[in-house]
C-alpha cells in the first residue's frame, strides 16, 4: 500500500493546538501549587512538556508506519497491556494514590496501564472484526469471545478501582461491535443484564455512592462530597463570558482539587470563560469530525473500524471529562484528551492520532 505525501492538515493542526492549549493550562493551574509542594513552579509543566515532545516523536512515527502492520501487532499489543495491568497487583510495582492502584513503577518512569489498554483494545477489535466480517453476526463465533475479553479487561479495572475506565473501554467497545453489524438481540440482553451490575458497584460501595449522592445534591455536603463539583461551579461562574484572564483564576489555589488533572477544564472555564470553553469544545468537535471523515472514506475494513474506534475512544472520554466538570455527570477520575497532566493519556492519545493520520494518508484511507 502506497502512501500519500500530505498529511490531513486539518486533524493534525486540532491536535497540535490542543496540546499547546494543554501545555499552557497545565502550568497555568498547577504552578503555585507546585511551588508549595515541589518548591519548583515548573515542576508539572516540565514533564508535560517532556509528554509532549515524546507523545509529538510517536505521533510522527505513527503517521508515517503503515497502520495494516498492526494487524500483526493486535494480538500481542493487547496480551502486553493484559500483564501490565496483572503486575499493578505485584507488591512493590503498582503505585497506590487516593486508594487506586492504576499507576505501575517501571524502571524510570510510571505508567498508567488502563491507559494502554484502551489502545490495545481498539486494534485488537478492528483487527478481529476486519477478520470475522459476518460471522460477528453470530453469537458463539462473534459475539461471545469479544465478551469474555471485555469481561475479563472489565474485572481487572474494576479490581484496582477504576470504574471510569472500564466503562469509557466498554463504551468503545460496544460502540465498536455495533458498526460491524452485531445484532441488537445480543446487545440489548447483555446492557440490561449489567444494569443490576453496576447499581451494585455504585451503591454498595461507599464513596461511589456518595459520589452519586453529591451529583444528586452537592449543596447537601459542600464542604466534603459535593465540594469538588461545588468548587467547579463556582469556577465557571467566576468565569462569566470572557474569563477573568490567563493564569488570574483564584479556584486553583487549593480550593478545587485536582485542578491540573481532571478539572483542568473548570480551570479554563474560569480563566478563558464561556468564550474558551466553547472553543475547547469546539476543537474536540472537529476533531471527531475529522475521525469519523477518515473512518467513512476508508475501503479497508480494518482501517475503517480502527479510525472510528480510536475516533470514539477520544470523543468519549473527552464528553465525559466536560460533562463532569459542568456537573452533568457524577465525578469519575478521567483525564481530559490532550489537555489535562498526565503522561500515559498525553502519549496514547497522540499515538491515536498518529495512527488516524496514516489511515487517512494511506491509499487505502481515501474516497
Given amino acids: 500500500m502506497t502512501l500519500r505525501r500530505d498529511v490531513d492538515t486539518t486533524l493534525l493542526l486540532l491536535t497540535v493546538s490542543l496540546t499547546c492549549i494543554g501545555v499552557v493550562m497545565v502550568y497555568s493551574s498547577s504552578a503555585i501549587m507546585a511551588a508549595d509542594r515541589f518548591h519548583d513552579g515548573f515542576y508539572f509543566l516540565k514533564r508535560q512538556l517532556l509528554y509532549a515532545l515524546v507523545g509529538f516523536v510517536l505521533m510522527a512515527f505513527m503517521t508515517y508506519f503503515n497502520y495494516n502492520n498492526w494487524r500483526k501487532l493486535a494480538v500481542i499489543s493487547l496480551l502486553g497491556s493484559i500483564v501490565l495491568l496483572a503486575l499493578l497487583f505485584v507488591p512493590g510495582l503498582g503505585v497506590r494514590v487516593g486508594g487506586a492502584m492504576r499507576w505501575l513503577r517501571l524502571p524510570g518512569l510510571t505508567i498508567q496501564p488502563a491507559e494502554l489498554v484502551k489502545l490495545t483494545l481498539v486494534l485488537y477489535l478492528a483487527h478481529s472484526l476486519s477478520r470475522k466480517k459476518d460471522k460477528v453476526r453470530l453469537f458463539l463465533k462473534g459475539y461471545l ?109 487549593f480550593y478545587l482539587p485536582e485542578a491540573h488533572t481532571d478539572f483542568i477544564f473548570s480551570v479554563i472555564g474560569e480563566e478563558l470563560g464561556l468564550v474558551g470553553t466553547f472553543i475547547i469544545a469546539a476543537l474536540f468537535l472537529m476533531l471527531i469530525l475529522c475521525g469519523i471523515r477518515i473512518a467513512l472514506r476508508c475501503q479497508d475494513p480494518f482501517g475503517k473500524y480502527l479510525a472510528f474506534g480510536l475516533t470514539l475512544l477520544l470523543g468519549l472520554e473527552a464528553f465525559v471529562n466536560l460533562a463532569v466538570c459542568m456537573g452533568l455527570l457524577p465525578t469519575k477520575g478521567l483525564a481530559l484528551p490532550f489537555i489535562s497532566y498526565g503522561g500515559t493519556s498525553l502519549v496514547v492519545s497522540l499515538i491515536a492520532v498518529g495512527i488516524m493520520l496514516n489511515i487517512s494518508n494511506s491509499q487505502g484511507g481515501t474516497a
Fill in 145 to 253: 469471545p469479544y465478551m469474555i475479553v471485555l469481561g475479563l479487561l472489565l474485572i481487572m479495572l474494576l479490581k484496582q478501582p477504576d470504574l471510569g475506565s472500564a466503562m469509557i473501554i466498554a463504551g468503545v467497545a460496544l460502540g465498536m461491535l455495533i458498526v460491524s453489524g452485531v445484532r441488537w438481540r445480543y446487545i440489548l440482553p447483555t446492557i440490561l443484564m449489567t444494569l443490576p451490575l453496576v447499581y451494585f458497584l455504585v451503591m454498595q460501595v461507599d464513596y461511589r455512592r456518595r459520589r452519586i449522592m453529591a451529583f444528586l445534591d452537592p449543596w447537601d455536603d459542600p464542604f466534603d462530597t459535593g465540594f469538588q463539583i461545588i468548587q467547579s461551579m463556582v469556577a465557571f461562574g467566576k468565569g462569566g463570558v470572557l474569563g477573568q484572564g490567563l493564569g488570574v483564576g483564584e479556584q486553583k489555589l
